[in-house]
């Protein structure tokens, strides 16, 4: 499987947390990965961003954060203009789904966990 630059918004340090297990398996498949979240800390031997880094080729966008706290981060994620943007279960939202697709951007509702796991990340 080719690597896929994914950029995991919400990127957690709490290994209880889907975001961690996210970063940990996609960096194990082989992806380059760039957390960013709200609290600094380290996954997967990976500092966490808060600063929301410019990142340049970005495939995926994987989404961690609930859509009532997303509006802060459209601009952002769009600015990355990914080739696609994963809606983990719980990250659902149709408004940035549409500005994303007006864009030309894919979105999948999907768990990039279960993606991974059957090979259709």
Not at 110 to 116: Q, R
Request: some cysteine.
């Amino acid at each position: 499987m080719p690597s896929k630059k994914t950029v995991v918004i919400g990127a957690s340090d709490n290994p209880a947390r889907y975001s961690f297990q996210a970063v940990n398996r996609l960096k194990s498949y082989g992806h380059e990965v760039v957390p960013v979240g709200i609290r600094k800390g380290q996954v997967a031997g990976l500092d966490i961003h808060v600063d929301k880094p410019e990142v340049n080729s970005v495939d995926t966008v994987t989404l961690y954060v609930g859509p009532q706290n997303q509006p802060a981060w459209y601009d952002y994620i769009l600015d990355l203009k990914p080739k696609r943007i994963i809606f983990n279960p719980g990250t659902e939202n149709y408004e940035l789904e549409r500005k994303a697709r007006e864009q030309g951007i894919q979105t999948i509702e999907a768990c990039t966990l279960v993606m991974l796991s059957v090979g259709n990340y």
